[in-house]
Nanobody
């Protein structure tokens, strides 16, 4: 089955940067759209960014627009989330999602999810 695995999380000070990676693997691998979501304790899962299978279309949540950049390298089967100017409000578990047919901000439409990686931003 398709598997997604995130990496790159950690602890940084406010104003710092992190780059998250999400590697897709599995017996079958098509043209997957990718999305990033995050969830803080006691909060609802929140859309962060998405990218179409070939990278032609990207969407961002208003809360992070201008600070985060999503990208996709199909040759490496990897999606990225570059996060700059981090604030404590960005602290959350960041989850990578993929789907062969859907690209957007609606979490239930994604069929595959990673385990998540913790991002902690201190003041």
């Amino acid at each position: 089955q398709v598997q997604l695995e995130e990496s790159g999380g950690g602890s940084v000070q406010a104003g710092g940067s992190l780059r998250l990676s999400c590697v897709l693997s599995g017996r079958t691998f098509g043209n997957y759209a990718m999305g990033w979501f995050r969830q803080a304790p006691g909060k609802q899962r929140e859309f962060v960014a998405s990218i179409s299978p070939h990278g032609g279309t990207t969407n961002y949540a208003n809360s992070i627009k201008g600070r985060f950049t999503i990208s996709k390298d199909n040759a490496k089967n990897t999606a990225y989330l570059q996060m700059n100017n981090l604030t404590p409000d960005d602290t959350a578990i960041y989850l990578c999602a993929g789907d062969p047919g859907y690209s957007g901000d609606h979490a239930p439409y994604y069929n595959y999810w990673g385990q998540g990686t913790q991002v902690t931003v201190s003041a």
